[in-house]
């Protein structure tokens, strides 16, 4: 799996479990290195990106608003 993963969503429903799958996958990779934690961004009311960042510390999941 390539990162950053975007994702459209359609509905609240959709967005928890696509974006739970998201952040899962970015961990499993995150543990690889045990380098890079998680951001997650939201560039609207349904489009978001999950993506590896040397910004944050290991071990941890960000929330950005870019919107």
Do not use: Y
């Amino acid at each position: 799996m390539n990162f950053p993963l975007t994702l459209t969503v359609s509905d609240r429903q959709s967005m928890d479990s696509e974006l739970e799958a998201a952040v899962s996958a970015a961990k499993a990779h995150a543990l690889i290195s045990k380098r890079h934690g998680i951001l997650v961004t939201r560039h609207g009311a349904n489009e978001f990106t999950v993506d590896l960042s040397d910004a944050v510390p290991f071990g941890l999941t960000r929330e950005h608003q870019a919107w």
